[in-house]
């Protein structure tokens, strides 16, 4: 696995994680343990997320710093055959 792959593999786990947290946290609003846990992957998911997009192209705007604006240049999801 190449490191642009590596890297988009952390982002999907921490966006899975984040996910599965919102919705115990919908259940459990008050489980500290829970609140905590998405506050790491929070922060992590955006420290990995402006790392692609700083190494890479623009994977979220949600994180775009200002910098290069590549995201009508990359392929679209339905032009690719593989995660490049």
Known sequence: MNDKKALLYKIQV???NLDELTL????H????????LFVKYNKKLKE???EY???YDIISTRYYDGGK???????????MTEVQ
């Open 14 to 16: 921490c966006s899975f």
């Open 24 to 27: 115990f946290l919908d259940t």
């Open 29 to 36: 609003p008050k489980n500290k343990e829970a609140q905590e």
């Open 48 to 50: 990995l997320c402006e």
């Open 53 to 55: 997009n700083s190494k």
């Open 69 to 79: 604006w590549s995201w009508v240049e990359s392929p679209w999801p339905w032009e």
